[in-house]
C-alpha cells in the first residue's frame, strides 16, 4: 500500500500530455479545491479527476476487480471512496465548476480519453 501513489501516476501523466497538446492551460492537484482535482483552472471553472478504476470502484469494468480477501475491509473502505468522490463534485458543481472524470481504463486508450476531453471542452465554451 505505501507504493500507491496519489499523484504523477501514468494516467495523469497521458492525460496531462493530452491536455498540453491541447493548449488547454491548467494547475495540477489543486489544494483548495474539493477534493483536490488533478487539474484545474478557476477562471475557466473546471476540475478534471483522474481516477483508478479500482480503488474509485468503477462500474462494469475489468480493471475494477471485487477484492477476493479482506472483504470486510475492503467493501466499506470502497462504499465510502464512491460517496466521497460524489461529494466532492457535488460540491465543485455547486461553486460553479464543470466536472470531468476520466478513468484509468480511458487513459489507457488515449484516443478515447482525448475524445472525452474535447467533447468536454466543447460544451465548455
Known amino acids: 500500500m505505501s507504493r500507491i501513489r496519489s499523484t504523477g501516476t501514468a494516467p495523469e501523466r ?3 500530455e493530452l491536455l498540453s497538446k491541447a493548449g488547454i492551460r ?6 483548495n479545491l474539493p477534493g483536490k482535482p488533478d487539474f484545474a ?3 475557466r471553472r473546471f476540475a478534471i479527476f483522474v481516477h483508478g478504476c479500482f480503488w474509485h470502484s468503477h462500474e462494469d469494468c475489468s480493471l475494477a476487480s471485487d477484492p477476493k480477501s479482506n472483504r470486510s475491509y475492503w467493501l466499506p473502505k470502497l462504499e465510502r471512496t464512491k460517496a466521497r468522490d460524489l461529494a466532492h463534485m457535488q460540491r465543485l458543481e455547486h461553486l460553479g465548476y464543470r466536472v470531468l472524470v476520466i478513468w484509468e481504463c480511458s487513459s489507457r486508450r488515449p484516443q478515447r480519453a482525448a475524445e472525452q476531453i ?3 471542452f466543447k460544451t465548455l465554451r
Open 26 to 31: 491548467y494547475r495540477m492537484n489543486v489544494r
Open 41 to 43: 483552472n478557476k477562471r
Open 14 to 16: 497521458v492525460v496531462r
Open 118 to 120: 474535447a467533447d468536454f
